[in-house]
T-cell receptor, first 112, second 116 residues
């Protein structure tokens, strides 16, 4: 069983649409990171959320950390083809800072 | 450019070969990781080194042998691999700060390994 469950697994949308990706766990995390990965490349860090209830914005991307630090969401407004990729959430469990657990990822395809 | 460099980017090896993957980080971090990413599977943590000591070995077969000679370099030595070991091998680093909640991992571009 995955410690971090991501949904949906696949998402194919038209340019300009909005979408939300979810990352859920029954465990408490010290922090959660969101990464974007393109085929054949390593994941690239987008953001880190640390405080329960925290909301961070990165241009058209909005990241939220759940109050209990067990879940997170990524919302993309007006998606563009450049947003296409595999979105991964990850993080270390509380007080276990050097072991990062990864979700299985959400594969996003934004069609022009 | 994430500050973590992996070589080679691509590697094809036979099942009787011995090869090594190299990772170098220029971020001044004190923890380094090897991950395996297979098709249709989530990233699997293989090894963790913190302050050059191995702190995690996630039930990885002995045909994979990590080495961390200093805090900037990490190797993964490979021998007698199987075709199912073909995958993208990713190295990452982080600054392990006990008590700090915002530890972040930075990844290299990976080595695409094919075992034939």
């Amino acid at each position: 069983t995955q410690l971090l469950e991501q949904s949906p697994q696949f998402l194919s949308i038209q340019e300009g649409e909005n979408l939300t990706v979810y990352c859920n766990s029954s465990s408490v995390f010290s922090s959660l990171q969101w990464y974007r990965q393109e085929p054949g490349e390593g994941p690239v860090l987008l953001v880190t959320v640390v405080t329960g209830g925290e909301v961070k914005k990165l241009k058209r991307l909005t990241f939220q950390f759940g109050d209990a630090r067990k879940d997170s969401s990524l919302h993309i407004t007006a998606a563009q083809p450049g947003d296409t990729g595999l979105y991964l959430c990850a993080g270390p469990l509380l007080y276990n800072f050097n072991k990062f657990y990864f979700g299985s990822g959400t594969k996003l395809n934004v069609k022009p | 450019e994430t500050g973590v460099t992996q070589t080679p980017r691509h590697l094809v090896m036979g099942m009787t070969n011995k090869k090594s993957l190299k990772c170098e980080q220029h971020l001044g971090h004190n923890a380094m990781y090897w991950y395996k990413q297979s098709a249709k599977k989530p990233l699997e943590l293989m090894f963790v080194y913190s302050l050059e000591e191995r702190v995690e070995n996630n039930s990885v077969p002995s045909r994979f042998s990590p080495e961390c000679p200093n805090s900037s370099h990490l190797f993964l030595h490979l021998h007698t691999l199987q075709p199912e070991d073909s995958a993208l091998y990713l190295c990452a680093s982080s600054q392990d700060q006990s008590g700090q909640m915002n530890t972040e991992a930075f990844f290299g571009q990976g080595t695409r390994l094919t075992v034939v």
